[in-house]
């Protein structure tokens, strides 16, 4: 099961850690529920509403398939805005 954690574009931002998730929504589900400061947005990996240019969720895999130690970069997903 992978990691996820949701990046801002701010290159000084901290990191929000979703932790490990079964897939991408559940994620940032997590992240909505649990983002502090709120961001007075909701966001959706589901391709609706208004494109977030702020924030993107990232997946992390252990490496070597789970044998190996620490995590490798797998791949960015898009956030889409969503009304609250």
Same mark, same amino acid.
């Given at each position: 099961?992978?990691?996820?954690?949701?990046? $801002?574009? @701010? &290159? @000084?931002?901290?990191?929000?850690?979703?932790?490990?998730?079964?897939?991408?929504?559940?994620? +940032?589900?997590?992240?909505? $529920?649990?983002?502090? &400061?709120?961001?007075?947005?909701?966001?959706?990996?589901?391709?609706?509403?208004?494109?977030?240019? @702020?924030?993107? =969720?990232?997946?992390?895999?252990?490496?070597?398939?789970?044998?190996?130690?620490? =995590? @490798?970069?797998?791949? $960015? +997903? &898009? =956030?889409?805005?969503?009304? &609250?």
């Amino acid at each position: 099961m992978p990691f996820y954690q949701v990046r $801002s574009i @701010d &290159p @000084d931002a901290v990191y929000h850690h979703c932790g490990q998730q079964p897939d991408c929504e559940a994620a +940032i589900q997590h992240f909505n $529920s649990n983002a502090v &400061p709120p961001l007075g947005k909701t966001l959706t990996t589901i391709p609706t509403g208004t494109p977030c240019v @702020d924030y993107m =969720l990232i997946e992390l895999e252990r490496k070597a398939g789970g044998t190996g130690v620490g =995590l @490798d970069y797998v791949k $960015s +997903i &898009p =956030l889409f805005e969503t009304t &609250p």
